[in-house]
């Protein structure tokens, strides 16, 4: 059973920066790719970032392109998602997920989630 644990969520102004940080109990941690998600209020769970096993392939959703980056250490079991240059529209619970494979990008390809993260954007 693996448990994935965020942190860094929180209130802030629009323009502003946070760092989300998922760590994983798992011992293969570096063989599964990793992603996160979010679920804007009143909303579906949405795909907002993808990387591979090894680090080496990022796939983002096209409103945060440019502005979040996501990178994985596989020694700390840690994925964590640079957000930069928020907007009020970003305001959601944010889930670090664990996919069945090495790469992955549709929710149904993840089978392990966090318990989220809020992260709430001011205009």
């Known amino acids: 059973q693996v448990q994935l644990v965020e942190s860094g969520g929180g209130l802030v102004q629009a323009g502003d920066s946070l760092k989300l940080a998922c760590t994983a109990s798992?011992?293969?941690?570096?063989?599964?790719?990793m992603g996160w998600f979010r679920q804007p209020p009143g909303k579906e769970r949405e795909f907002v970032a993808a990387?591979?096993?090894?680090?080496?392939?990022?796939q983002y959703r096209d409103s945060v392109k440019g502005r979040f980056t996501i990178s994985r250490d596989n020694a700390q079991r840690t994925v964590y998602l640079q957000m930069n240059s928020l907007k009020p529209e970003d305001t959601a619970v944010y889930y670090c997920?664990?996919?069945?494979?090495?790469?992955?990008?549709?929710?149904?390809?993840?089978?392990?989630w966090g318990q989220g993260t809020q992260v709430t954007v001011s205009s």
């Open positions: 997920a664990e996919a069945r494979t090495n790469w992955a990008l549709r929710q149904t390809d993840y089978n392990y």
């Open positions: 798992g011992r293969a941690f570096s063989m599964h790719g």
């Open positions: 990387i591979n096993y090894s680090g080496t392939k990022t």
